[in-house]
């Protein structure tokens, strides 16, 4: 530039050298102001990433004063929470080491009945041994067993009624097979002490037959009997449960009133039924009875009947005038039997 000057000097050229110092002013003012354009977007730059950085800061600041406010306000509820669950556990604790204590007390209560039992002939001591375990949650299962199997063996008929109640009474739909199973195996040695001592030529029983133990157990055998038919007239009147089968199979009940009992669709194989009152009982829907045995009872006064079990009760135990009907020894007439067995045809 200067030597672009010099040169137009020496021509003599005043006014063109004026233009080339103005435009040469121009040029320098020019960059003089992007370097100073320069300076400001740097000062700019420093200025924003100082923003940036303290905006950064006031946030971290923020959140670790929002946390320390949390902190201060949980901080006890924690604590209390922190002891209200020591205070459970310790409970809970206690409360499982006292019932550790108590079942291993029970078990060894239990131990020691069960030594008592097996060691004991009488009754008595057994039935009181056996009464508190019949209510405890953790035995009263295998109590109950423990008591039929202790029932199917005692000679004493008033014990027996003592103990049949305190484990079965009342008796529900939730037990009635544990006393069904009792009573088939009592009505097992029943039988066969009683076809042991009937006598063809009069037609009835002879205790002379039997031997003076067989005599004993026979008569006990009776009585265990009756007091189990007894308790399941109260259940059998009762409304049975929808989906509750009756399964009386191989059971033995003699001399019971079970007038109104509802028997619907029950299963009456092999059973063995002595002098039953049934007055007005409910015998529909029941096709399981082969080698049922009736005797004695009054079947046609019954308020329902399935054909299929009216057919084989009219063929297999068949009205006799002669003989006694019933726990109350009736002696009914030709035609009491012939309007009651319409009566029940109809009703079908």
């Not at 009683?194 to 009069?202: L, Q, V, W």
């Not at 039997?210 to 409304?239: C, F, H, M, V, W």
């Not at 529909?284 to 080698?291: A, D, E, H, M």
């Not at 329902?304 to 006799?320: G, H, N, T, V, Y």
Request: glycine share 4%.
């Amino acid at each position: 530039m200067a030597g672009e000057l010099a040169d137009k000097a020496e021509k003599g050229s005043l006014t063109e050298l004026a233009l080339a110092v103005e435009k040469m002013a121009q040029t320098i003012k020019s960059e003089s102001d992007v370097a100073k354009s320069v300076a400001e977007i740097e000062k700019l730059k420093v200025e924003t990433r100082k923003a940036l950085h303290d905006l950064e800061q006031a946030s971290r600041r923020a959140r670790s004063e929002g946390w320390q406010h949390y902190v201060a306000v949980f901080a006890p509820i924690a604590t209390t929470l922190v002891l209200c669950f020591t205070v459970v556990l310790q409970a809970y604790q206690f409360v499982k080491s006292e019932g550790d204590k108590q079942q291993a007390a029970e078990d060894t209560q239990w131990s020691a009945a069960v030594r008592l039992i097996s060691q004991n002939a009488k009754l008595s001591p057994i039935a009181a041994t056996l009464n508190p375990f019949l209510k405890s949650k953790r035995y009263a299962e295998v109590a109950r067993k423990t008591a039929t199997q202790v029932l199917m063996n005692t000679k004493d008929p008033a014990t027996f009624n003592d103990l049949l109640n305190d484990a079965f009474s009342p008796l529900s739909w939730s037990n009635i097979d544990d006393v069904l199973q009792l009573d088939r195996g009592l009505g097992t040695r029943y039988e066969a002490l009683n076809n042991k001592s009937y006598d063809e030529t009069t037609q009835s029983n002879a205790t002379a037959r039997l031997t003076p133990a067989e005599a004993e157990d026979y008569s006990s055998l009776r009585e265990y009997l009756l007091q189990i038919g007894g308790l399941t007239a109260t259940l059998l009147k009762a409304p049975r449960p929808v989906d509750q089968n009756l399964d009386l199979r191989s059971s033995n009940f003699m001399n019971v009133d079970w007038s109104g009992v509802n028997l619907s669709g029950a299963n009456l194989e092999n059973v063995v039924w002595r002098y039953i009152d049934l007055k007005d009982a409910d015998l529909s829907s029941i096709t399981s009875f082969s080698g049922a045995y009736v005797f004695g009872v009054a079947w046609w006064e019954a308020k329902r009947i399935s054909p299929e079990l009216l057919a084989f009760l009219m063929d297999q135990s068949k009205f006799d005038p002669k003989i006694y009907y019933g726990i109350r020894a009736r002696q009914i007439s030709i035609k009491e039997y012939e309007d009651g067995l319409a009566k029940l045809k109809r009703s079908r």
